[in-house]
């Protein structure tokens, strides 16, 4: 290993296991081999524009584009001139072929009721709900935010607002009513989807009352419509509240689609920054709705006859995406679920798999570590043969994880697509297409056609080879964020200010001698050891490799002679307790897996870590913890509040 140089991090990980895909698996597929791949990517690498522009003839256009692309950095305008719908090209598109009565939507419901849409159905409901939200005054530019269960209507009522040119903000059904009404404020909301409440483990989410407390503080919210889910009383406001079904009973099921500019705002969601105020990510019509499409049928292989199951809600962008608007405009069938996977038991997920057939299982490193966790047993009761392709995104895998998820839910046959994007990004743009690309554990492989990414050191200049460094894409993409609603200069400055003309994503990464990317963490949580920089996936890792470890996190705290010592926070495995000699074999173990510069100074054992409502542990937390300091900054996306009380009491 070398030494590190400026605004370099030291790679230590070393993973040199290769999986191939079958060759049945890549004669079925879309792109077949990495030569097809290599050509693709080349091709669009030469000209972007004319690259995506031939793409864009897959959507429909009320009216054709006149350009592909108007780039006046960092703002990009996609497919100038053009008009389309994409509630149009999620579901009209298909009623003229044989999709029109194949199931859009399969939904299971916590308590096991389930419901099916086929796309006219689907069709139906969401023209009836746009006419819902005309006779309450919404409509072009109005912005409409969602606070509800994963339910179907909350799938109706997005693609509702897409289809009358109304901007949908979904809040995630966890978020609590100061969050709410922060988000109704900044995106000045005019109304609000809710429902009575949620089921939750079998308990009962406040929704309605958090909307209620929230909308004592949303001065622009008008209007409330409520979805009667769970069917306990719920007190109702005369004039402001509506139920949905009594609306819906009156509503005509004819709305033709609205024809809308290619640039119209199509969502806004709310991701947390590092500290502060969250921000407001702005997707836009054409540009988005033809990225989903591609990433979908690219990375998934999505088939006719796929069930598709992507396990994130819908209140994260990883659930607009690839549950919503990716799946749909591919003509596929999208599975939801609307509760825990542990309710009843902990094989709730597994059980699915096998009820419904799932095809392709699209879940989140958090989720396959807590199943290994509760156990292989949970697993070995179901037969998971209809799975034939998996996928990974929200954080890195650990190889370890990898290979459980590989081994025990893939049967050692479905291939893993480890997809790297984020909420800015609008959909994938690094993964394995996996008739194609060879997997690495813990790699996301390659970029998708028509994405440039490189890395760079802090002065902007490539970083030598393999060496990690700043993530940055060096040309815009069609599903990019357009902007940060209503701050211009946030958005230049978060991403377009430190390395110029790229998008500087906010994670480290390296690029392997064969081309594989390896995601490193958020810029942020990089620690410096005695002048070694590390990135904290490395530590996490070979801990997560030793059999006692379910969980782990790394973080830095102040040390005077190292500058920063490593303190690690470490969920165990069942059937192990925590003890000094644990301790002392799992410092051992990181000396032997990746070197003695990196053994933890202090490692704390902890029943659960703190997490974001989408999985990702929050390290800012942990790293105040560790330098025993107060807790600064936003922590309204924390999953749960009590993990940092039991955080702080764990301390010896
Ligand atoms: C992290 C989720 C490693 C990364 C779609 C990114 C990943 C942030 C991966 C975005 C992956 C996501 N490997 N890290 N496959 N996927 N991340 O906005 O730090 O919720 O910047 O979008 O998650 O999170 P977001």
């Known amino acids: 290993m070398s030494e590190p140089r400026g605004g370099q991090i030291v790679n230590v990980m070393k993973e040199e296991r290769l999986f ?3 060759p049945e698996f890549s004669a079925k597929a879309r792109i077949k081999s990495i030569e097809e791949y290599e050509r693709l990517w080349k091709e669009s690498a030469a000209d972007i524009p004319g690259f995506w522009g031939k793409m864009a003839e897959e959507l429909h256009w009320f009216k054709p584009f006149d350009k592909v692309l108007e780039w006046n950095e960092p703002f990009a305008k996609w497919f100038v001139g053009g008009q389309t719908n994409v509630s149009y090209n999620c579901l009209d598109v298909h009623l003229s072929t044989p999709r029109r009565n194949k199931a859009a939507l399969i939904w299971e419901g ?3 009721d389930t419901r099916v849409y086929t796309y006219q159905m689907l069709h139906t409901e969401v023209c009836k709900f746009a006419n819902v939200l005309k006779k309450l005054g919404i409509g072009q530019g109005d912005v409409v935010s969602m606070y509800m269960p994963m339910v179907p209507e909350l799938v109706i009522a997005m693609l509702a607002c897409a289809r009358i040119g109304a901007i949908h903000c979904v809040i995630f059904a966890g978020f609590s009513s100061e969050a709410i009404a922060e988000r109704n404020r ?7 989807i ?7 483990r079998g308990a009962k989410l406040p929704l309605k009352a958090n909307v209620d407390a929230a909308l004592e503080k949303s001065p622009t919210v008008q209007k409330c419509v409520v979805l009667k889910r769970v069917g306990d009383p719920a007190p109702m406001k005369e004039g402001r509240d509506f139920w949905w079904h009594d609306l819906m009973a009156e509503a005509s099921d004819v709305c033709p689609a609205q024809p809308m500019d290619s640039e119209a705002p199509l969502f806004i969601l709310y991701t947390s920054g590092s500290t502060g105020k969250p921000k407001g990510v702005k997707h836009t019509t054409a540009g988005y709705n033809l990225y989903a499409k591609k990433t979908t049928e690219w990375v998934f292989d999505v088939r006719d006859e796929d069930v598709f199951w992507c ?3 819908v209140g994260w962008i990883t659930g607009h995406t690839y549950i919503v608007y990716g799946p749909l405009s591919a003509g596929v069938t999208t599975f939801v679920y609307e509760g825990a996977p542990n309710a009843p038991r902990e094989d709730r997920w597994w059980s699915l798999i096998e009820k419904y057939k799932i095809n392709i299982l699209y879940t989140a490193p958090t989720a396959i570590r807590t199943f290994i966790k509760w156990g292989d047993h949970w697993v070995d009761q179901h037969d998971l043969s209809s799975l034939r392709l998996l996928g990974s995104v929200g ?3 650990n190889p370890e994880a990898w290979m459980w998820y590989y081994e025990k839910i893939g049967g050692s046959r479905c291939p893993i697509v480890d997809t790297w994007w984020q909420t800015e990004t609008g959909g994938i743009m690094m993964s394995p297409l996996p008739g194609a690309i060879p997997l690495k554990p813990g790699s996301c492989t390659k970029p998708l056609p028509g994405i440039i990414p490189e890395i760079v050191a802090e002065d902007g200049k490539p970083v030598e080879p393999g060496h990690g460094g700043w993530l940055v894409i060096a040309k815009p993409w069609p599903g990019m964020l357009r902007g940060i609603w209503g701050d211009d200069e946030r958005y230049k400055i978060q991403y377009w200010s430190d390395v110029k003309g790229k998008y500087l994503c906010g994670d480290n990464a390296r690029c392997d001698a064969d081309g594989y990317y390896w995601i490193m963490g958020r810029i942020d949580d990089v620690l410096n050891v005695s002048g070694h920089r590390l990135s904290t996936i490395e530590i996490e890792s070979a801990l ?6 379910a969980e782990a996190a790394a973080v830095g705290r102040p040390h005077e002679i190292k500058g920063e010592a490593v303190a690690v926070f470490v969920t165990l495995a069942s059937g192990y307790e925590p003890s000094d000699e644990l301790r002392k074999k799992l410092r051992d173990h990181v000396r032997k897996e990746i070197g003695a510069f990196c053994v933890p100074d202090d490692i704390r054992f902890t029943t659960a870590l703190p997490k974001t409502r989408s999985g990702k542990i929050m390290r800012r937390l942990l790293r105040d913890i560790a330098a025993g300091r107060q807790t ?3 922590t309204t996306t924390l999953e749960d509040f009590s993990v940092l009380a039991r955080l702080r009491s764990d301390e010896e």
């Open 395 to 397: 954080e890195g895998i």
């Open 20 to 22: 191939s895909p079958s």
């Open 632 to 634: 600064t900054g936003d």
């Open 186 to 192: 900044d995106a000045s909301a005019k109304l609000i």
């Open 110 to 112: 916590e308590p096991g």
């Open 194 to 200: 809710t429902a009575d409440q949620g089921w939750r």
């Open 544 to 549: 997560v490799s030793h059999e006692a470890v």
């Open 311 to 313: 396990t994130a809600d």
